[in-house]
């Protein structure tokens, strides 16, 4: 018995362990395809965010898509090059994405509306003090960023730079295609942990105590 119950006890702490891994360095990615092999590694929920279902009209300032929310002025769709695009019209904030349980990994394609320049520096900050700078084209084009996080994020904003400084609302980022990996509920970790302890107590014969 003693014997079945430590069985159980390794077989959760592995898997706890396994699904809370700690990656040894942030790493950025400029090309896409590259950025998902990366993030075919990462433990988690991986999801396709788009922004299809918006309709044209203004949605407000909080838009929550699965277990992501993104938090703006006034987010809109809009159409850019690489597709339908979230767009933080007329903001005087940057746009922020929340995650309900962290992030591993996270890629987009980046624009602003802004059409006084070509392009732009843009910014991701994330929550553990990691920011990443990028150049990106002006709306139509996009360029694609995206991420490995050393360690689950919970939230991170996107800037334009604030590209109108001398009005109240200097924001207009737009953001498209989203690919992320998601930490998992707790719950799914603690039943994946007695789903591996049970395919441990099958698989080795039972020992008289």
Same mark, same amino acid.
């Given at each position: ?51 299809? &279902?918006? %309709? %044209? ?74 920011? &990443? ?10 360029? &694609? ?45 603690? /039943? ?6 049970? /395919? ?10």
């Amino acid at each position: 018995m003693k014997t079945r119950f430590l069985q159980f006890v390794l077989a959760v702490w592995a898997t706890v362990i396994s699904e809370q891994s700690v990656w040894s360095q942030s790493t950025p990615y400029y090309d896409r395809l590259t950025f998902r092999l990366a993030a075919q590694e990462v433990p988690g929920n991986q999801q396709n965010i788009n922004f299809l &279902f918006l %309709p %044209p009209s203004t949605q407000g300032p909080v838009v929550t898509i699965s277990d992501l929310t993104f938090t703006g002025r006034y987010l809109s769709r809009y159409q850019i090059n690489s597709g339908v695009a979230l767009f933080n019209f007329d903001s005087g904030f940057p746009l922020s994405i929340q995650f309900a349980n962290g992030a591993r990994a996270f890629g987009a394609d980046f624009s602003s509306q802004y059409q006084g320049v070509a392009s732009f520096t843009a910014t991701l900050s994330l929550d553990n003090g990691e920011t &990443f700078h990028f150049t990106a084209p002006t709306d139509p084009n996009s360029t &694609f960023f995206g991420f490995v996080s050393s360690t689950p994020i919970m939230n991170l904003t996107f800037s334009d730079g604030g590209l109108l400084p001398n009005t109240a609302s200097g924001h207009e980022e737009l953001i498209a295609n989203v690919f992320v990996v998601t930490v998992p509920e707790p719950a799914g970790i603690v /039943l994946a942990g007695f789903g591996a302890a049970l /395919l441990l107590g099958w698989r080795f014969p039972k020992h008289k105590s």
